[in-house]
Nanobody, 128 residues
């Protein structure tokens, strides 16, 4: 059973930065699609960014965070990162990473229901 472990959340003032990490327990990323989602209270879960983990290099980023958030992978550390810059109060949410077969990435990465493996979430709070 693949378990994803997120870390790096916290509280920051608007304009600040945080880096989230997503590492699998008992599993090595291979031909996977790993995505970050977020969910604020009372709102639906929203896809933030996704990446292939096979070295393909392609990434996908939601328009709402484009130019501020960067998704990347460190193969040596078997970890996917979400670098979040210029944070805004509206970025406040619980952030989750999810993993699924890489066939999902190109056209359906933002559909949360398509993902089998999820982390427990890490809270990001941005104050104005």
């Amino acid at each position: 059973q693949v378990q994803l472990v997120e870390s790096g959340g916290g509280s920051v003032q608007a304009g600040g930065s945080l880096r989230l990490s997503c590492a699998p327990s008992g599993y090595t990323y291979g031909s996977d699609c790993v995505a970050w989602f977020r969910q604020a209270p009372g709102k639906e879960r929203e896809g933030v960014a996704a990446t292939y983990t096979d070295g393909d290099g392609r990434t996908y980023v939601a328009d709402s965070v484009k130019g501020r958030f960067i998704i990347s992978q460190d193969n040596a550390k078997n970890t996917v990162y979400l670098q979040m810059n210029s944070l805004k109060p509206e970025d406040t949410a619980m952030y989750y990473c999810a993993a699924e077969s890489d066939v999902l990435c190109s056209k359906r990465w933002f559909y949360s229901a398509e993902y089998t493996y999820w982390g427990q979430g890490t809270q990001v709070t941005v104050s104005s």
